[in-house]
């Protein structure tokens, strides 16, 4: 089927930690992904996005690469801070006009 | 960049009643605006698509009867809850895409419904 499997949570690290969230999808030829980030009270916000094979989003520090050979979509970053704790949702573009399939969304706790 | 909002952001309601959950695109007009829920610890799923001037596009085994949509204008989409249920209660999230081209997706901040 067509879904996005991604790293259950909740993830709590420390400040200046390396983070990584894996993500993979199942789909039907390449879809666009994404990463969106919910902050507290907040909605959802695009963090980084891919839109074909090989291409990396990166932003505020994330990186993301698609890989085609392992469907995956895994986000990264060096050095977390308290700032960046959030819920963090995997998603892919879906069959039609812009629908989104999202993964079931990732807690992440920095503590100082 | 652009903002969607949605109204109200929490309601509490009696079993039987229904609710109105308002979303705007508050800087740009959306023909298009998706309806999300999302249960607790759990991913969005997706509900049904707002077609401005159209009937709204429901995903399979949504109810279109008990999930009213109305999409009247090209900066409001409203989702009716008719006749809730304490397992309608869930938080009930709002879309609409970038008109530029992109698949970029701007989100409302979410409405939580508590049906008592």
């Known amino acids: 089927g067509n879904s996005v499997t991604q790293m259950e949570g909740p993830v709590t690290l420390s400040e200046e930690a390396f983070l990584t969230i894996n993500c993979t999808y199942t789909?039907?030829?390449?879809?666009?992904l994404f990463w969106y980030v919910q902050y507290p009270g907040e909605g959802l916000q695009l963090l980084l996005k891919a839109t074909k094979a090989d291409d990396k989003g990166s932003n505020k520090g994330f990186e993301a690469t698609y890989r085609k050979e392992t469907t995956s979509f895994h986000l990264e970053k060096g050095s977390v801070q308290v700032s960046d704790s959030a819920v963090y949702f995997c998603a892919r573009m879906g069959q039609g006009a812009q629908k989104l399939v999202f993964g079931q969304g990732t807690r992440l706790t920095i503590n100082p | 960049g652009a903002v969607v909002s949605q109204h109200p952001s929490w309601v509490i309601c009696k079993s039987g009643t229904s609710v109105k959950i308002e979303c705007r695109s508050l800087?740009?007009?959306?023909?298009?605006m998706f309806w999300y829920r999302q249960f607790p610890k759990q991913s969005l799923m997706l509900m049904a698509t707002?077609?401005?001037?159209?009937?709204?596009?429901?995903e399979q085994g949504v109810e279109k009867d008990k999930f009213l949509i109305n999409h009247a204008s090209l900066t409001l989409s409203t989702l009716t809850v008719t006749s809730a249920h304490p397992e309608d209660s869930s938080f009930y999230i709002c879309?609409?895409?970038?008109?530029?081209?992109?698949?970029?997706?701007?989100f409302g901040p979410g409405t939580r419904l508590t049906v008592l």
């Open positions: 707002s077609n401005e001037g159209s009937k709204a596009t429901y």
């Open positions: 800087d740009f007009q959306a023909t298009t």
């Open positions: 789909a039907t030829g390449y879809p666009s």
């Open positions: 879309s609409a895409p970038d008109r530029g081209g992109s698949d970029t997706q701007y």
